[in-house]
């Protein structure tokens, strides 16, 4: 497996995703485009991507001019049904590739709330078997529309559209289950000042001490959501990989049979 990781910052790594991809074989092959690295013109030499998150906003094509070529080749990954897994930011991009709108939550939401499966989630390849409420890491103050026709799989009280799956190879994560505990630690550590300015002074350290208190609680539960999906869009990539180029039925959602394939054997233990 050869995977693209456009990363949209040099402080939101892969992570735990890229340990988990690396273990089930995977080659990774990251880029900083707004740093300088070149896209690629096309998905050729690539079995899938992840597109990173990051503080940018996603329809800020101005001071990010790298974001319109980024959903061309978004685009045609899709086309060509190699997997994508965005996350954060990814996710709001992905959304936007396929003509959907990016824009301010109505609630700046940090931590790791609740988040719950949704039927349609409960039914995905990546998700099945999965407690059907999470506690996954949140830090950002956009949302976006889902694209016509995708499937709603995560859903939560201050953020409706958390996870969606376009076709059959496309999947958005609004959360950071890529984030590691000690990861988190550090962006706490390193940008908990931003959280504060969102909301007056007592408020905001309120809210920061909440959510590093919550890393604790909730962030090997997280991780392990992490290695369950990571591992199950490792096998998705070797899939599709298999497959070749597709015919039109590929982009198409999942059925039942391609689902109970792909979860076959050893079946993720709660949460």
């Known amino acids: 497996m050869n995977v693209l990781v456009i990363q949209n910052n040099p402080q939101t790594p892969v992570s735990l995703v890229g340990d988990y991809l690396v273990a089930a074989g995977a080659k990774l092959a990251t880029i900083l485009p707004h740093h300088g690295d070149a896209l690629p013109k096309t998905p050729q030499g690539y079995d899938a991507a992840i597109i990173l998150g990051g503080p940018q906003h996603a329809g800020d094509d101005a001071n990010y001019p790298?974001?319109?070529?980024?959903?061309?080749?978004?685009?045609?990954?899709?086309?060509?049904?190699?997997?994508?897994?965005?996350?954060?930011?990814?996710?709001?991009?992905?959304?936007?590739?396929?003509?959907?709108?990016?824009?301010?939550?109505?609630?700046?939401?940090?931590?790791?709330?609740?988040?719950e499966i949704t039927e349609d989630g409960k039914e995905d390849p990546l998700l099945t078997g999965l407690a059907p409420r999470q506690r996954i890491l949140q830090w950002h103050e956009d949302t976006f529309d889902m694209p016509e026709g995708a499937a709603h799989l995560m859903t939560g009280?201050?953020?409706?559209?958390?996870?969606?799956?376009?076709?059959?190879?496309?999947?958005?994560?609004?959360?950071?289950?890529?984030?590691?505990?000690?990861?988190?630690?550090?962006?706490?550590?390193?940008?908990?000042?931003?959280?504060?300015?969102?909301?007056?002074?007592?408020?905001?350290?309120?809210?920061?001490?909440?959510?590093?208190?919550?890393?604790?609680?909730?962030?090997?539960?997280?991780?392990?959501?992490?290695?369950v999906v990571t591992q199950r869009w490792a096998a998705l990539v070797q899939e599709a990989a298999r497959a070749g180029r597709p015919d039109p039925a590929s982009l198409m959602p999942l059925g039942h049979e391609f689902t109970q394939h792909l979860v076959s054997g050893e079946r993720a233990r709660d949460g």
């Open 157 to 227: 009280a201050a953020c409706r559209n958390q996870a969606f799956r376009f076709g059959r190879t496309t999947y958005g994560f609004q959360c950071h289950f890529e984030v590691s505990v000690d990861l988190a630690k550090q962006w706490f550590d390193q940008w908990g000042h931003t959280i504060v300015k969102r909301f007056e002074e007592q408020t905001g350290r309120e809210v920061l001490d909440r959510a590093r208190d919550e890393i604790a609680r909730y962030g090997g539960r997280a991780a392990n959501f992490c290695r």
């Open 66 to 115: 790298a974001f319109p070529p980024m959903l061309d080749l978004l685009h045609a990954f899709h086309e060509q049904a190699k997997p994508l897994l965005g996350l954060c930011l990814g996710s709001q991009l992905l959304a936007r590739a396929f003509g959907e709108k990016v824009r301010r939550n109505e609630e700046f939401e940090v931590g790791y709330p609740p988040i």
